[in-house]
C-alpha cells in the first residue's frame, strides 16, 4: 500500500504539471528588446515594413517624426500542437486511471471516462492560441563617433518573431 500511494501522489503531480504545461502553451511571451543595425535608419525602416508586410502583419499606427510603427496579425493555432496537448492530456489520464483502478478495482470503468476529457486540452489550446498579435517598434540612430552610420531597433513583439527578425536581419543585441 505505501507504493501504490507514493505512486498516486507522483501520478498527481503528473497532472498538475501537465495542467501548467497546457496552460503555458497559450501564454503571452512578448518581450522588448535593444538590437543594434549596421544598415542606416531610413534603409532599415523601410525594409523592416516590407518584412512584417510580407508576414501578413498590418500596419496600425505609425509616427514619422520617431520613426516607430506599430503592426497587428493574426496569430494561428498549430495543428501539431493541439493534437500533441490531446496526445499529452489522453496519456496523463491514462497514468491517473491505471493508479486510480488499483486503488478502488470495482469503479475501473467509470474511471476510463476521465480519458474522453483528454481533447480538452486540444481545444483549450485551439481556442485561446488564435489571437491578434502586436509588434511595434521604434528606430533610432546610432551615433558613435568614427564608426560607419547605424541604428538601434527597439522592438516589442513575440519572442517566437524576435527570433525570427534575428535570422533574417543582421542585426547584434545592443546589451
Known amino acids: 500500500m505505501p507504493i501504490l500511494s507514493s505512486t498516486f501522489f507522483l501520478t498527481l503531480?503528473?497532472?498538475?504539471?501537465?495542467?501548467?504545461?497546457?496552460?503555458?502553451?497559450?501564454?503571452?511571451?512578448?518581450?522588448?528588446?535593444?538590437?543594434?543595425?549596421?544598415?542606416?535608419?531610413?534603409?532599415?525602416?523601410?525594409?523592416?515594413?516590407?518584412?512584417?508586410?510580407?508576414?501578413?502583419?498590418?500596419?496600425?499606427?505609425?509616427?514619422?517624426?520617431?520613426?516607430?510603427?506599430?503592426?497587428?496579425?493574426?496569430?494561428?493555432?498549430?495543428?501539431?500542437?493541439?493534437?500533441?496537448?490531446?496526445?499529452?492530456?489522453?496519456?496523463?489520464?491514462?497514468?491517473?486511471?491505471?493508479?486510480?483502478?488499483?486503488?478502488?478495482?470495482?469503479?475501473?470503468?467509470?474511471?476510463?471516462?476521465?480519458?474522453?476529457l483528454s481533447p480538452i486540452a486540444g481545444i483549450f489550446y485551439w481556442k485561446k492560441a488564435r489571437r491578434m498579435e502586436t509588434v511595434s517598434f521604434s528606430l533610432e540612430n546610432l551615433n558613435q563617433e568614427g564608426s560607419q552610420p547605424g541604428s538601434i531597433l527597439t522592438l516589442t513583439a513575440h519572442r517566437d518573431e524576435v527570433i525570427q527578425l534575428k535570422q533574417t536581419f543582421p542585426l547584434k543585441s545592443a546589451n
Open 13 to 116: 503531480l503528473l497532472m498538475v504539471g501537465l495542467f501548467f504545461f497546457i496552460r503555458a502553451s497559450v501564454k503571452d511571451r512578448t518581450e522588448q528588446v535593444q538590437l543594434i543595425s549596421e544598415v542606416p535608419k531610413t534603409s532599415l525602416l523601410e525594409q523592416l515594413k516590407d518584412y512584417f508586410k510580407q508576414r501578413a502583419y498590418n500596419v496600425t499606427s505609425s509616427d514619422a517624426a520617431q520613426d516607430t510603427m506599430t503592426f497587428e496579425g493574426l496569430v494561428r493555432p498549430s495543428w501539431f500542437l493541439a493534437i500533441f496537448l490531446s496526445i499529452l492530456a489522453a496519456s496523463g489520464f491514462f497514468c491517473l486511471i491505471l493508479v486510480l483502478s488499483f486503488l478502488y478495482p470495482a469503479l475501473t470503468p467509470l474511471f476510463f471516462a476521465l480519458e474522453l
